[in-house]
């Protein structure tokens, strides 16, 4: 018997997860409970973190959760608890396996089957939000190598013990050369390590339209944090419903399973959402903890259901469904199908996967670190050259200003009247020849320039690593 923390969440989170329990137990699976109180009702208690001190407690003891979508309130300060769990508790790896069900349900794609490992932990989900000027935000976008090449190595095992071909991998280091350049690059040294796993790169605008139109030619999928939330909802969607897959969030010690769907408030409470989502987080679950006899069972059973075009409403299609059922009633298809096997989709069987160990992380080494200059950004009501004229009377010992950018792109010296400028400065400082700065000469430059009345309102100091630049060129310079 395995104790497991469940939550009902939100919305149609109570409705879903009901119906998942029900057939978990119809079919053995050797499963206790211990219900935990997450989400809406624990935010608007005045917890802004929207889950108990109690509720961490049996999380962290049972090690396994299977959460139902929970409801995020819009502004006020809530942070998502789903990131902050993720995050807490180390469930670096998001699995998302998106697969076509035709001809039985609806969808343009039917050979699709493509797994999305998102890695969960970084990226701009780490929410460091800040507004600077009057004119600008921004929102940083870390990027570690251990957590890069975690993932990456994740999503080579993952293909290796589950029989997949290939893996692809997509970013946007044509723009972000230094933060998703990093993630290439880490992705193209773990591949040679997997000389039996087909590996390729997309750039991820043309990936993502490759995705939505032609995604049979993709096996596994790895990205970073934004990229892999937002596409792994369309492939979820192309399938036929974005009510049909189930994710889990795997970490060194604890996993959450759950549906890649929202708490879905349009049509909570009306009996009529798919628990599909839901139920196929806890197949993964129960897989987990080395149930496979149950999950092996409840697989067969719920691919019965829907090759009998038993369909809940959102994929219920007249020309191919036999009946339509609320959420409750598809949850007794499933349980009256226990025991028997889909006579057109491969009988689901788990004897075969192997037992999948966690990779370690190996291509970390120390490297030279050089401080060669100073990003000093400058909130100014001013126009480029101007600026570029405060500062140079402000100048101290050899730190030389190098360039000017205004939202990335240079405009000083040499820059176009065509360009749109905010009130928000980078101000590029360096020695000649790019000799290496001691920091005491950015802490003059910084005194000088307050008292020249330039508001500064942060500086990023700029390393060379093992001689190459860590940072990136003002576009234009
Ligand atoms: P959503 O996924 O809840 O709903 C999007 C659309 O899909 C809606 O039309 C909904 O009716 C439909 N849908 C979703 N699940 C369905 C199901 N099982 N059966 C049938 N139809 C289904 O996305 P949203 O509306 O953007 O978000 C609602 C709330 O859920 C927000 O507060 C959001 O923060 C939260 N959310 C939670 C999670 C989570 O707990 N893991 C994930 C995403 C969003």
Known sequence: MTKITIAKGDGIGPEIMDATLKILFAAGAKIELDEIQV???????????????????????NKVFLKAPITTPQGGGYKSLNVTMRKTLGLYANVRPCKSLHPYVKTKHPVMDTVIVRENEEDLYAGIEHQQTNDVIQCLKLISKQGSEKIIRYAFEYARVYGRKKVTCFTKDNIMKQTDGAFHRIFDEVAKEYPDIENEHWIIDIGAAKLADTPEHFDVIVMQNLYGDILSDVAAQITGSVGMAGSSNIGASCAMFEAIHGSAPDIAGK??????????????????????????????????????????????DEKISTKKVGTQAFADAVIANLGKEPRKFPVANYAGDATFKLPEVSLLKPSIKELVGVDVFVDAECSADSLAEKLNAAQVDDLKLIMITNRGVKVWPGGFKETFCTNHWRCRYQIEGGAVV???????????????????IKTENLYNFDGKAGYSLGQGQ
Request: glycine share 10%; net charge negative; no cysteine.
């Open 271 to 316: 009996d009529i959402a798919n628990p599909s989502g839901l139920l196929q987080g806890a197949i993964l679950m129960l897989k987990h903890i080395g149930e496979r006899e149950a999950a092996e069972k409840i697989q067969n059973a719920w691919l019965r259901t829907i090759e009998e075009g038993i369909h809940t409403a959102d994929i219920y």
């Open 39 to 61: 989400g809406e009702k624990v935010y608007l208690s005045g917890n802004t973190s929207g889950i108990s001190q109690d509720a961490w407690g049996s999380i962290l003891t």
């Open 438 to 456: 001691d920091k005491k000469q950015i802490i003059s430059l910084l005194t000088s320039l307050n008292e020249h009345q330039i508001d500064v």
